[in-house]
């Protein structure tokens, strides 16, 4: 069974750094981009950003550029997002989910990590 | 690329059929995708390069279109079917439009 098991929630100041992970399982590590997408209370979706596992290759949207690293670890079959300079703007729910590659779309999700920020 | 849904909100009943739009402002050839969100869920995908359905996603839902304009249909409603959907797309950007809720009328 694919799984997507996502980090517990945090609270951060602003200005600090967040690290949230997710770990996959039920299928070859290598073969999906993660892609991390979030949500901020009451509204829609944001892409961020995805990370091939087999290269370490990331692909960001260009508001993320500069403040967020995608990182895979592929012994502990692990993708982790930092987010730096956090504002109460990225108060958010922060969702990995997984492609087959640039030709799908993504189609196995993680349940979320919430992420507060609040001085 | 900006990904434009409409309309925002849809006002059905139970076995009514909805019809959902997502624009591009660029041609994006099929490579669009359609999501379903419930309260407290993560996404779901309903449709994959404009018109393949999902696995395990019932017959009753379609997508159809290309290059700019793009349809997702739900043939007859079921109460389950009562959520948001998005579509998104594929490229140097997968952007997602800002959603469609259906609501129950």
């Known amino acids: 069974e694919v799984q997507l098991v996502q980090s517990g929630a945090e609270v951060e100041k602003p200005g600090a750094t967040v690290k949230i992970s997710c770990k996959v399982s039920g299928y070859p590590f290598i073969d999906y981009y993660i892609h991390w997408v979030r949500q901020a209370p009451g509204k829609g979706l944001e892409w961020m950003g995805l990370?091939?596992?087999?290269?370490?290759?990331?692909l960001f949207a260009q508001k993320f550029q500069g403040r967020v690293t995608l990182t895979a670890d592929t012994s502990a079959k692990t993708v982790y997002l930092e987010l730096s300079s956090l504002s109460s703007d990225d108060t958010a729910l922060y969702f990995c989910?997984?492609?087959?590659?640039?030709?799908?779309?993504?189609?196995?999700w993680g349940l979320g990590t919430l992420v507060s920020v609040s001085s | 690329i900006v990904l434009t849904q409409s309309p925002a909100t849809l006002s059905l009943s139970p076995g009514e059929r909805a019809t959902l739009s997502c624009r591009a402002s660029?041609?994006?050839?099929?490579?669009l995708a359609w999501y379903q969100q419930k309260p407290g869920q993560p996404p779901r995908l309903l449709i994959y390069?404009?018109?393949n359905r999902a696995t395990g996603i019932p017959a009753r839902f379609s997508g159809s279109g290309s290059g700019t304009d793009f349809t997702l249909t739900i043939s007859t409603l079921e109460p389950e079917d009562f959520a948001v959907y998005y579509c998104q797309r594929r490229g140097n950007s997968w952007t997602f439009g800002q959603g469609t809720k259906v609501e129950i009328k």
């Open positions: 660029q041609r994006i050839s099929t490579s």
């Open positions: 989910a997984r492609s087959p590659g640039s030709s799908g779309f993504l189609d196995h």
């Open positions: 390069d404009a018109s």
């Open positions: 990370v091939d596992p087999e290269d370490g290759e990331t």
